[in-house]
DNA sequence: ACCAACGGTCAGCTGTGGCTTACAGTAAGC
DNA sequence: GCTTACTGTAAGCCACAGCTGACCGTTGGT
């Protein structure tokens, strides 16, 4: 249970891309086919379609075929997996900041 | 309270790469200088000190001078910018799921 | 004062990620 | 059955991120 970080990688590689983070953030507001989000965006709508692959390969949207359009959703997978990955580093960074403050009680360094 | 994004974005990005992420995670372990960090990494010293700057821009790691050396340690204004966005999507992702689940009462797919 | 160590910066190269255009496939409507 | 709409895939191009080797400034030791 130590090796959570594997996914997480993917799924803050593909975060990194703003592209890909704005039209995973338009998801947020429900379920969207791939021309409708390609809409709102300045990229090509192939240039959408990897961009969606790559989230997916993340686990971080999913897809519905619906007749000739393909419905694309949240996946929490993803969320879960940067969210584990987090709590993880947490953890070391407060560590690491009660012994600062054990050694710096001013903490004025910024 | 809304544009909380920008700081994560960059934080995001720097966490993309594997090796950012590798010295990123050995910190969590307490402050370590830069040759130090260095030693335990495939790529070569300059490059650990290109990766150290791009994790202090995305405000994810502080550095303190000590003598020639220089010391890194983690900041939490980077880990707390992802953790803002990250509950900001998981808000998004939640609705959308009650929606779901309001239309699919049986709740299996995945 | 000299020397050694530590680390940031520069110049340049290379691999790869993201974009576009063109094409192929599938499902729906008439 | 034919046409139209919607999407994924392939090939190719270009820009940028990451790496290296060399250099420079600074600090501490003797």
Redesign the interface.
């Known amino acids: 249970m130590s090796k959570k970080?594997a996914p997480a990688?993917a799924a803050?590689?593909a975060?990194?891309d703003?592209t890909r983070?704005q039209l995973?953030?338009r998801?947020?507001?429900?379920?969207r086919a791939v021309g409708e989000l390609a809409r709102g965006v300045t990229v090509s709508r192939p240039a959408v379609s990897q961009h969606l692959a790559v989230l997916k390969a993340a686990g971080l949207v999913?897809d519905t075929a619906t007749g000739t359009r393909r419905v694309y959703?949240?996946d929490?997978k993803g969320?879960a997996a940067?969210?584990a990955w987090?709590d993880d580093?947490?953890?070391?960074?407060l560590?690491?900041?009660a012994?600062?403050l054990d050694k710096d009680p001013a903490g004025k360094?910024?």
Do not use: C, H, K, T
């Open positions: 970080s990688a803050l590689a975060l990194a703003p983070r995973f953030e998801l947020r507001s429900g379920p999913r959703e949240i929490p969320l940067i969210r987090l580093m947490w953890g070391g960074a560590q690491n900041f012994a600062d360094e910024n």
